[in-house]
Nanobody, 125 residues
Framework: QVQLAESGGGLVQAGGSLRLSCSAS????????MGWFRQAPGKEREFVAS???????????SYGDSVKGRFNISRDSTKNTVTLQVNRMTPDDTAVYYC???????????????WGQGTQVTVSS
């Protein structure tokens, strides 16, 4: 079972940036996908971004509609870590951000194998 550990949440002013990281521990073999969801108070969990790869290549990132053009997901293959760079933040980005991992592509409605515990991101206006 892969375990996920998130870091990098916190308080940021509107217009600011934040970097979230998720490290996976455990045995990862073959094709894999990691990404992020978020959940704001009173709202459903929302897909944010994901990245999938095989032992030979990394695919194109996927983004939720509400974050396209502002968020960027990247991967450090040597550390089994994905990083989410969050830019031009607004109060609507306030949520608990969860890291997710799957042997299938992480995305809306996907079957997720592992979840992180979540990290709080708060954007002040």
């Amino acid at each position: 079972q892969v375990q996920l550990a998130e870091s990098g949440g916190g308080l940021v002013q509107a217009g600011g940036s934040l970097r979230l990281s998720c490290s996976a521990s455990g045995r990862i073999v073959g094709a894999y996908s990691m990404g992020w969801f978020r959940q704001a108070p009173g709202k459903e969990r929302e897909f944010v971004a994901s990245l999938a790869w095989t032992p030979w290549s990394t695919g194109q990132p996927s983004y939720g509609d509400s974050v396209k053009g502002r968020f960027n997901i990247s991967r450090d293959s040597t550390k089994n870590t994905v990083t989410l760079q969050v830019n031009r933040m607004t109060p609507d980005d306030t949520a608990v951000y969860y890291c997710a991992a799957s042997r299938m592509n992480v995305g809306p409605g996907a079957s997720i194998d592992s979840w992180g515990q979540g990290t709080q991101v708060t954007v002040s206006s």
